[in-house]
């Protein structure tokens, strides 16, 4: 890597969330572009190597793919399902989505997770 991209990183590295958060909107805003384009461009559907040699799969990752209309109710629910998530962070992540709210859970904690979001109006899948 050059130099310029070196001190880039790690100015970035010891900033806040928020303060990154503020940095990708205005190189939005800057260069005319969305860092969401960058995410839709992913392939969504991967299958893991165990789903392929046909064992039933323990650990679940919690995608919250979109908001919906009611973006404080899913703020709220994101907070209910991690914890830890201050409120902004919480308001970033869901701004953000497609998102992953919770990775390697068991079955009956991401069910549970998905259940929340979808209820106050969210779009979550497991994968």
């Known amino acids: 890597m050059n130099d310029k991209i070196t001190k880039i990183i790690d100015e970035v590295s010891v900033m806040t969330i ?8 205005a190189l939005e805003e ?5 860092a969401q384009m960058a995410v839709a461009a992913t392939p969504t ?7 392929e040699a046909g064992e039933e799969q323990t650990t679940f990752n919690v995608v919250l793919t979109a908001a919906g209309a009611n973006k404080i109710s899913v703020i709220k629910a ?31 904690t991401a069910e549970e997770a998905k259940k929340k979001l979808e209820a106050v109006g969210a779009t979550a899948e497991l994968k």
């Open 18 to 25: 928020l303060e990154v958060a503020d940095l990708v909107k």
């Open 30 to 34: 800057k260069f005319g572009v969305s």
């Open 78 to 108: 994101v907070r209910e399902v991690v914890p830890t998530l201050g409120l902004a962070e919480a308001k970033t992540l869901v701004e953000s989505a497609p998102k992953e709210v919770l990775t390697g859970v068991n079955k009956a």
């Open 45 to 51: 559907a991967v299958e893991s190597p165990t789903a």
